[in-house]
């Protein structure tokens, strides 16, 4: 697909993910154990022959830039096209970029210089194992200005009060947006993917940042619903919004389940992520490991169970691990006790220590906490 670019927006959101992006981007979030958020749009991206990509940054992207590096995972660090991370636009008074437009206004230059037709614009907080030529095919067959790709998330929740739903009808075509509605009319929500022409990318983004505008959905969909070709794309594959605390643990327990295992990791087509070349974990004699992902790395003394274990985290003996998330580099003491717990990375609990969260609100400890 050397007809199709693509833009990652590594849009933040410290509000709904509190102390998990205070210090880095949400697509930078450790997911599965192994995985960044923003591997899964990455690897979905060259899976589909994509090989010019650029990240729009926006707020605390130094862990990102440090996970992605030279693109080298991703097949991506070539001397023609390949992955460029983008910086993120300034406005006149030093100001951060307020949206998403300001962001790809940010990044015209890069869009002008490009040579490909089509611009594949996506966020980088979906986890989903997709490929993009058969929405392509679609937007070409239809001749629409904007191809939304969406999924039927098949019940009304919470989480589609935090999205964009929209309403299609018979041919495709989008009739109705919805952006954060209390009462939404249809399950279909979108996956923050949408496929434009290049060059009438750079006309949509010019006239809405001319008139103030900040908000891709708002200013851009919205306002064009009824004079442009707007058309939608139904994915039907597994999909994994992360918008919130709640989103990402219970997407992350997803990941336990072999049926979805298998179809994010287990696919023909890779999930791509930086390697660390880490040493096996090590088990000791009393560790007992129950449907759990373990990184490499770790030592496991204790017990764990239904749980996300990241590389290079130790787990002492007596120690209980259920239903939890501990990221890169924690260290579990003797005797603690942990349920329904999000540990970022490189966090201590000293021994004999017990926290206990609830599903739907789970604990967090906050990076480099000592407890």
Not at 176 to 185: A, L, Q, S, V
């Amino acid at each position: 697909m050397r007809d199709m670019m693509g833009i990652v927006m590594s849009d933040n959101n410290e509000i709904r993910l509190n102390e998990l992006t205070q210090m880095r981007s949400i697509s930078a979030l450790p997911f599965g154990g192994r995985y960044r958020l923003i591997d899964f749009i990455l690897s979905n991206m060259v899976n589909s022959g994509i090989i010019n990509v650029g990240v729009a940054t926006h707020i605390n992207y130094s862990s990102l830039m440090d996970h992605i590096g030279s693109g080298a995972p991703w097949d991506l660090n070539r001397k023609i096209y390949g992955l460029f991370m983008l910086p993120p636009y300034v406005r006149g008074g030093g100001a951060i970029s307020a949206g998403n437009i300001d962001q790809l206004y940010g990044i015209l230059t890069f869009l002008r210089r490009s040579r490909q037709q089509y611009v594949l614009l996506a966020s980088g907080k979906i986890v989903c194992n997709m490929t993009f030529d058969d929405a392509l095919m679609a937007h070409i067959e239809k001749d629409a200005d904007i191809t939304v790709i969406y999924y039927d998330k098949k019940k009304k929740d919470e989480q589609l009060s935090r999205s964009t739903v929209y309403e299609v009808n018979s041919d495709g075509r989008i009739t109705g947006i919805e952006n954060e509605p209390h009462f939404p009319k249809t399950t279909l929500e979108g996956m923050d993917m949408y496929i434009v022409e290049r060059m009438k990318l750079i006309e949509l983004i010019e006239e809405a940042y001319a008139r103030g505008s900040h908000d891709f959905i708002r200013d851009i969909l919205l306002t064009k619903l009824s004079s442009a070709k707007i058309y939608g794309y139904e994915y039907k594959g597994f999909v994994g919004k992360v918008d919130s605390i709640r989103s990402y643990y219970e997407n992350s327990m997803k990941m336990l389940d072999i049926d979805v295992r298998k179809e994010i990791f287990g696919a023909k087509n890779r999930i791509y992520t930086k390697v660390k070349d880490q040493v096996p974990t090590q088990y000791g004699a009393e560790a007992t490991v129950s449907d759990s992902l373990v990184a490499d790395g770790c030592v496991i003394e204790g017990r764990v169970e239904n749980s996300i274990i990241s590389r290079g985290v130790h787990i002492g003996k007596g120690a209980v691990i259920k239903n939890s998330i501990v990221m890169q580099n924690s260290v579990i003491e003797e005797n603690c006790d942990i349920e329904n717990v999000i540990i970022d990375k490189e966090c201590t609990l000293r021994a004999s220590k017990r926290l206990v969260g609830q599903p739907n609100y789970p604990v967090i400890l906050p990076k480099r906490t000592l407890l």
